[in-house]
């Protein structure tokens, strides 16, 4: 191969790359539209902010589901642990998940 023709592969395969990164943040910002931790009415842990937009989805929809007994549970949890209060490790969370997708 010649320079021109690494060149132009070059030029080629960076301009796909860089398509292919602003398809992700649009995804992304996509996905970040729909999760509206306000709508749950409940107070959440900075930690949970800093999760993957996957697990961020997954804690919001665990939380918009919730009965009223299963918010007090989760607000007294929150209170009594404070900054290690995990939602991932909940038993609340943890039996959400496992109940079949059907379900949710």
Do not use: C, R
């Amino acid at each position: 191969m010649n320079n021109k023709t690494m060149s132009k592969a070059q030029a080629k395969a960076e301009v796909q790359a860089e398509v292919q990164a602003k398809a992700e943040v649009q995804a992304k910002a996509e996905v970040q539209e729909k999760i509206d931790f306000v709508k749950t009415g409940l107070s959440i842990p900075e930690s949970v902010l800093k999760l993957s937009l996957e697990k961020q989805t997954e804690v919001y929809n665990y939380l918009i589901q919730m009965t009223p007994y299963k918010k007090k549970a989760y607000l007294i949890a929150k209170d009594h642990l404070g900054t290690s209060f995990n939602i991932l490790k909940s038993n609340g969370f943890i039996e959400w998940k496992n109940i079949p997708f059907i379900t949710k």
